[in-house]
């Protein structure tokens, strides 16, 4: 997840004549000012207070006795953040960067739903993306730290993929044989009486969720269910080692990026970067 696109000197390519774009840049995209916080703040109460709705209006009884109340609210709410949109646009130069940037499109995404319900009532199902609103927390109270730790799970879980893959159709294969094994032992019993549901069990077993819906009624059937309880739990701390193997590399990794070009590319056993020459080992000395 890349973090959002923050320009540190925008306002240093503003004319003077556009004093008003350089203040209202200053206020939304910093929290310095007593109007910068206070913006900060009310964005903060409308995003809570958005997803508080979203939360109501999936509940019958208040959707029929606040409808118009909430109606109201998501109005307004909706109005505020499409005008925000258009002012982080507006007051910026390189505008391309921030409407594509992660962030830019969270914001649009947070207000179009709003919109095409008015034009497509269909649409109006896909008003739970205003959710989405809820990341901007990151951005409001400077997480974007966290979101970088973030960005590197996942980079840890795509470096991993084919080894989870892997796991995955094993597991699969062990589903499908346990469960066949099953329908033969428990010889079409209650939750036993074909081999889908037989291995419907086996994988609520072996991921150790137990719903209790299905159990093996002979000896020899609770006996392989003993063995695979205690199979899952070994199961399951497989992709759990594969992911933190991978996030302790890559943090190792981090560790000799390139601190000039942020070339991350860089082998164990190097001392200088490939790609400009810096030095990249703590030991070697600075230019």
């Not at 199902?125 to 590197?152: A, H, Q």
């Not at 995955?168 to 209650?190: A, K, N, T, W």
Request: charged fraction near 20%.
């Amino acid at each position: 997840m890349e973090p959002e696109y923050t320009p540190e000197k925008e306002h240093d390519f503003i004319p003077e004549r556009k004093k008003w774009k350089r203040q209202l840049f200053r206020i939304i995209y910093r929290a310095d000012t007593p109007l910068g916080k206070i913006f900060d703040i009310n964005l903060l109460i409308l995003i809570f207070l958005s997803t508080f709705i979203v939360m109501m209006e999936s509940v019958p009884s208040f959707d029929l006795k606040y409808h118009t109340i909430f109606v109201v609210l998501e109005w307004i709410i909706s109005l505020f953040f499409t005008a925000e949109y258009i002012m982080r646009i507006v007051t910026i130069r390189n505008k391309k960067d921030y409407i594509f940037s992660f962030f830019g499109i969270i914001d649009l995404l947070a207000i179009l739903p709003f919109f095409l319900s008015l034009l497509f009532p269909v649409t109006k199902f896909f008003l739970i993306i205003r959710m989405l609103r809820m990341l901007r927390v990151f951005r409001i109270l400077n997480l974007l730290d966290f979101m970088n730790d973030g960005y590197l799970i996942v980079r840890a879980l795509r470096n991993s993929s084919r080894k989870i893959y892997i796991f995955l159709l094993f597991l699969m294969i062990f589903s499908v044989v346990v469960g066949s094994m099953m329908f033969m032992v428990e010889g079409h019993r209650e939750g036993f009486e074909s081999i889908p549901q037989s291995i419907y069990w086996a994988v609520v077993t072996v991921t150790t969720v137990g719903y209790g819906d299905v159990a093996p009624t002979t000896g020899l059937g609770k006996f392989f269910a003993i063995i695979l309880m205690l199979a899952g739990y070994s199961i399951i701390a497989v992709p759990t080692g594969i992911v933190t193997a991978e996030m302790r590399n890559k943090r190792q990794n981090l560790e000799k990026t390139c601190r000039r070009c942020k070339n991350e590319d860089i082998d164990d056993d190097a001392h200088y970067c490939k790609r400009c020459g810096e030095p990249v080992d703590p030991s070697s000395d600075s230019p």
